[in-house]
């Protein structure tokens, strides 16, 4: 199913293509994962039904991941999860989330190549949070987000926030960490797609400029596209391109 441990492309699995169903058999089962700095999936999961303590910084190396809304998270790790990989080229990427608090989801790389990414959130995810904030705390990337290697999206971002989500920013493409150099490219060569009915402080179709100030040489994007949800909608900045 899956590893903990080391970040190396060594270490790292690479997709297997089954699809896993881990699900509590009573009240009281957990996953524990908080011991842990990198977990990594090689196969399709669905959480179900159980409780759970992440790692630091998970990856789903590119599978279909989703964890249901009956999953309950425990412990003290608000874990960055990435639906791809820190090693590999990748096709696509599949995430769904619907309960839990993570300071940083990204739907595509922090390494490497992806040609589509794909991320739905709603449910409970980060439920407790302050949107009043504008801190880049909780965030949600459509796109790649690299510490330091060259990542590329070669097709489109399709992020979709559904009703009782909540994070800081959203952003429809990707970022790269602060002081990585301006000569490293984060970009999304195709579409960047945004649905969102939840709530945040800010919610940006194109890419996040504004954690380095460069954002020709650093995150570029081709058309945005940005769908609001006006039902339930609580935002303060809303953006059809870059944020800078």
């Not at 009240?27 to 303590?53: G, V, W, Y």
């Not at 330091?148 to 070669?154: H, I, M, S």
Request: net charge negative.
């Amino acid at each position: 199913v899956g590893e903990i441990g080391g970040d190396s492309a060594a270490d790292n699995p690479k997709v297997n293509n089954k699809q896993v169903t881990i699900a509590g058999s009573n009240a009281s089962a957990k996953l524990d994962f908080s011991a842990e700095q990198f977990l990594f999936f090689n196969d399709s999961i669905i959480l179900k039904d159980i409780q759970i303590a992440w790692a630091d910084r998970v990856f789903a190396e590119g599978n279909t991941f989703i964890v249901q809304q009956s999953v309950v998270q425990t412990g003290s790790k608000e874990p960055m999860f990435i639906a791809g990989s820190n090693a590999h080229d990748l096709e696509k990427t599949d995430l769904r989330l619907y309960s839990g608090t993570y300071k940083k989801i990204i739907g595509g790389q922090m390494k490497n190549t992806v040609g589509e990414t794909n991320v739905i959130v709603g449910g409970s995810v980060n439920s407790g949070i302050d949107t009043s904030s504008h801190d880049h705390t909780y965030v949600l990337f459509g796109g790649n987000y690299t510490e330091g290697a060259a990542c590329t999206v070669t097709g489109d971002t399709n992020v979709t926030v559904e009703t009782g989500a909540k994070f800081n920013y959203v952003y429809g493409a990707g970022a790269k960490a602060q002081n990585v150099a301006d000569t490293v490219a984060c970009a999304v060569q195709g579409e960047t797609n945004v649905t969102f009915a939840g709530e945040a402080y800010g919610v940006y179709a194109g890419a996040c400029g504004r954690l380095t100030g460069n954002v020709d040489k650093v995150v570029t994007c081709g058309n945005t596209n940005l769908k609001i949800v006006w039902i339930t909608i609580k935002c303060r900045q809303i953006l059809l391109n870059t944020f800078t």
